[in-house]
């Protein structure tokens, strides 16, 4: 009898605590990381071969993240054997087709997502209109009202610039615009990169690109400072290449943190931008890759360097026995 007793006396407490795990876990003291959220757009939405597209990721999050950041890495595939990294990337597209994009996120605990969307590249249009930035003032400040002209774009196709029948903005902090002539303030000091997209009455198209530094008057602050290494240091072509920012600081802050926009040219047509990004060349030769840095004040600074890009060399065959 007391055996039957203490077996029942036992179950009881196992049952209870299998009944508290289990409101434990639906309160929510158990966490479970969510995976990122990744998403993307491109501009021009119809692009033509040997015209610059945009691609942003700037839409992807990550669930867990309190500000709806989180991701450590950005990684495209651009459907015609290039890839490249980076949050915003840009890319040319050397033959018309129709590509498939393919963007992975992945977090700080090491979770990935992945998004895809078709790219539809047209034949190039004979004349297509010219897209062209001009801007006042220059060097903008917080909530200062910067207006910005398409006055000089034009159409080549035609003898007055009228044929043009739209102009697009987009100012890089997620906010748009039409017309030839618009105003926009930032509210944050930084780097931002503004799109110009101009639309003939034919459906010709041409994208114009303009980075505006936004200062904040306050003032006293110390310019970051770029730097950046590469590897290989000797890069074949199509061979990918990891460009890594990581020596980059603010003296201005505790930590390197406190940049907030890497922007990389890498003098052949195309740019990323991340703390460290991929890159491939398509041609031998020697470019000038430039890094951009800006802290969250607005202020800036420029490192560049030489990367040499070998060809492809195949070694003869040997001679042959005897030879």
Known sequence: ??????????????????????????????????????????????????????????????????????IESYEWSFGDGKTGGGATVT?????????????????????????????????????????????????????????????????????????????????????????????????????????????DDEGGHGTAYATVRVTDPAGGNTAPVAAFTYSPPSPLIDQQVTFAADQSYDPAALGPKSIVVYAWDFGDGETAVGETVVHAFADAGTYTVALTVSDDDGASDTATQSVTVLDIVIPPPPPPPGG
């Not at 018309?96 to 994009?101: A, I, N, P």
């Not at 903008?140 to 034009?154: D, H, L, N, Q, R």
């Not at 615009?177 to 997209?197: K, N, W």
Request: overall charge negative; glycine content about 8%; hydrophobic content about 40%.
């Open 1 to 70: 009898m007391v055996d039957i007793m203490a077996k029942r006396k036992m179950q009881t407490i196992l049952w209870v605590g299998w009944m508290m795990a289990g409101l434990l876990a639906i309160g929510g003291c158990f966490h479970v990381d969510e995976p990122p959220v990744a998403a993307f757009g491109y501009a021009p939405t119809s692009p033509y071969a040997g015209e610059q597209t945009t691609f942003d990721a700037s839409a992807s999050h990550d669930p867990d993240a309190d500000d709806g950041a989180g």
């Open 91 to 199: 890319h040319v597209y050397a033959a018309s087709g129709t590509y498939e994009v393919t963007l992975t996120v992945t977090d700080a605990t090491g979770l990935t997502a992945t998004a895809t969307d078709t790219v539809t590249v047209a034949e190039p249009a004979a004349n297509p209109p010219v897209a062209a930035i001009s801007y006042d003032p220059v060097a903008p400040e917080i909530g200062e009202v910067i207006a910005f002209s398409a006055a000089e774009s034009y159409d080549p196709a035609r003898i007055s610039p009228r044929s043009i029948v739209s102009y697009s903005w987009s100012f890089g902090d997620g906010t748009t615009a039409q017309g030839s002539s618009v105003t926009h303030a930032y509210s944050d000091a930084g780097s931002y990169v503004v799109t110009l997209s101009v639309e």
